[in-house]
């Protein structure tokens, strides 16, 4: 088989920029993936805490932790969650179904923009908030009804942006 150019896939709401599994074994899944999809370098991101403030889960306040690992399939970006403490859709979609791929990434320039049209076309708000101190906003939109689980929207901003760049420059190394 021979690979052609990279592109970036697109949905209505922009670029599919990631693809996230839920996990209670980081490791395992990292040398799962890694094996699959060629990805290694991992970065972790350890205790990340989405409080109340800042995160909604079904419209009411949130306040979970989870561990992170990012890697990157060529332009890809891969996320780990691992629920750690906590109500989230992440502790319960492990709960409900085991370990599993649980969403798709797409980029949106407007939050406010995406979520206006995803109200426009019946799609409910499962968990949305804001985390890095504000440099992403995202939100989970259910979309059960087509076969998958959820499609998140996630406003960056461009320091988040240049600290995805920077592991995705050491997810190319194998640091073993």
């Known amino acids: 088989m021979t690979s052609g150019p990279t592109t970036t896939p697109r949905t209505g709401f922009g670029p599919v920029t990631q693809l996230a599994w839920v996990t209670d074994d980081l490791d395992a899944t990292e040398r799962a993936l890694g094996a699959t999809l060629g990805a290694v370098g991992w970065t972790r991101l350890p205790g990340i805490h989405f409080g109340p403030d800042a995160c909604t889960l ?3 306040p949130a306040d979970f932790t989870a561990d ?4 990157y399939a060529g332009d890809l970006q891969l996320e780990l969650i691992r629920p750690v403490a906590g109500a989230s859709m992440y502790a319960e979609f492990l709960a409900e179904r085991g370990p599993g791929l649980h969403h798709v990434c797409c980029e949106v320039a407007s939050m406010d923009e995406a979520l206006a049209r995803a109200e426009a ?3 409910a708000v499962v968990q949305a908030g804001a985390m890095a101190g504000g440099l992403m906003r995202f939100a989970y939109l259910d979309t059960a009804a087509a076969g998958a ?3 998140e929207l ?3 901003s461009p320091a988040l942006r240049e600290m ?3 592991i995705k420059e050491r997810s190319g190394r194998d640091p073993r």
Request: glycine share 10%; net charge negative.
């Open 121 to 123: 076309e019946g799609f």
């Open 149 to 151: 689980s959820y499609v």
């Open 164 to 166: 995805f760049a920077q």
């Open 58 to 60: 079904r419209g009411e």
């Open 154 to 156: 996630a406003e960056v």
């Open 68 to 71: 992170i690992s990012l890697s």
